[in-house]
């Protein structure tokens, strides 16, 4: 008979796996809501509106126009990157637009459906033609020649909303990608710990058995959501730009994926900005930013040469009805390249899940044993080696996961000093591991040679304990700390 995994079963793991990292990850503090700042609308006219997004909730945005009215103006909607995104993050490219003739909507993102651990994108997507059904409404501006811009998350959120309606009339993305959330975070990451360390062990830890366990226990958001179907069915113009120093997201492979997927859309141009990051601002290598934020609440850096330009050019043009025909730059060149998080028995969340619980089991098991049992207290057995081993194990299982899983989930924030060209609590780890290993072996022996000394419950209580260390081993070499 074939039997189902229990969701019950399923959902108690992942919340005990989630309370395991949360006794060594620093929790994100909830921000109390604030009043909206006002806005800096200098050199243009700025309306605050209210729409009712996806599922009815309310949105606060502002409408930023020309100074000049116009009476057919084309228009587009800002839907930005993860994260709070307040429309004050995103005004100063609203003003560059609106400075250029192109009406323009910001707005706050919703805190109700989204927050650090839960992303809905439909959900996103109908605030996002919600937005764009506003400001076709509005006046002086051509509700056909009104678009969506997305950046970063807004990349998979934008192309979504396109997909589902007509009223949408291009499409411009900024730092989209063409992988899963998950991919496009592993690949983050993993360029990230190249650019400070010598991260291959570390990288490929974070990149496979750490991904896999928060993808399949539903403790990364959309993991494995898929934008290639949005893209398949978008039928207007795009805009697709990176940055020519994106760090945050796969771009070559991401511009081959919107090239070869956008084969409905009748005009795909894409570019890579000159000394652009990922945000459009400028930089030199991606990491820093070069020149003043355009005013308070902006991101850092000066945005890069071309890039408003760029965007404003090929809105007006299309917006004339006279989109460019399609092509494509030559991607820079992409040093680290994307992986899957894998697909095999052993690192699977579920396999790795269950190793995990039994290791647990087995070195508390034998700690609490030698404590509680007097006759094993009096028995002439290697209990000092193997308690030693029991509680090094455990320590190597609690820090290490708690470790890489923290970088994952938080952006690296939690990688530390470097030293070596490695990460020093990363190293620590992997002198940590070989501390149960010596201990193994010296149990292993000491066991054998007082083997005919031990009563029964001590043999079975070394055997457990020496099996549990065996599988220990198993799970530390998947989890690389045995890796140079």
Known sequence: MHHTRSPRRGRFAASCLLALILLGVPLLAARPATAAPALDCSGVTCTDVTFAGGGGLTLQGTVIAPATPHSDSPGIVLVGGSGPGPRAEYLYEARAFAAAGITTLIYDKRTTGYSFGHRDFSLLADDALSAVETLCRTPGVRADRVGLWGFSEGGWVAPLAASRSADVGFLVTLGASGRTPLRSQTWRLATALRHRV??????????????????ETGLFPAADFDPLPALRAVRIPVLALWGEHDVQTPSAE???????????????TIRFLTGSAHNGRSTTDGFDRLGPAPGPKAPRGAFAPGYFDTVTGWVHQVANGNPPASSADAPPRQAVISTDPGHGRWTSAWTQLTVLTVVLVGFVGYLLMSVSDRRMRHTRDPRRPARLLASAGLLSVFATVIYVVSILALNARTLGPIALSRPIVWLALQLLAFIPVGLLVVTGIASVRTWAALIGRSRIALGVLFATGCLWLAWAATWGLFAL
Do not use: K
């Open 198 to 215: 010598d991260a291959g062990p570390l990288a490929d830890t974070v990149t496979g058995p750490a991904a896999r366990l928060l993808e």
């Open 254 to 268: 991401s511009a081959a994926v919107l090239r070869d997927t956008l084969t409905a859309a009748p005009s795909v």
